[in-house]
């Protein structure tokens, strides 16, 4: 529940605490940021399956190695594939690949640690 007013398409969930940190994960929503911080890794939600203007600026600024965790549907592999053509000359960029119907949020944090640590780069 959030107020009508807000824009979501200028914030990042969770970014404020993840300022300072030298990798980020760029999740689609506020409960696989959640899953993430239960392994112990910082992330943030754009709301949604893609990067706008305003959280791309955020992103560069925060000097952070991007990783993308979207999700195993046709949305999130697209939103997936342009993040990493946006970003590709601004950051040092890495994905974790889920298989369809995956995302951070719905599998065991035992797996979520696993692919975290074997994403692509």
Known sequence: HQPRNIKT????YNYDNVIGEPIIVITEGIFDVWAF????VPAVATYGAHVTKEQYKHLI???ADLVFAFD???AG???MKKAMELFKYTANVSYIDFADGEDPENISRDELKLKYEGRVR
């Open 9 to 12: 398409s200028e914030l990042l």
């Open 37 to 40: 911080h239960e392994i112990g």
């Open 61 to 63: 600024k925060s000097g």
């Open 72 to 74: 195993g549907d046709d």
């Open 77 to 79: 592999r697209s939103a």
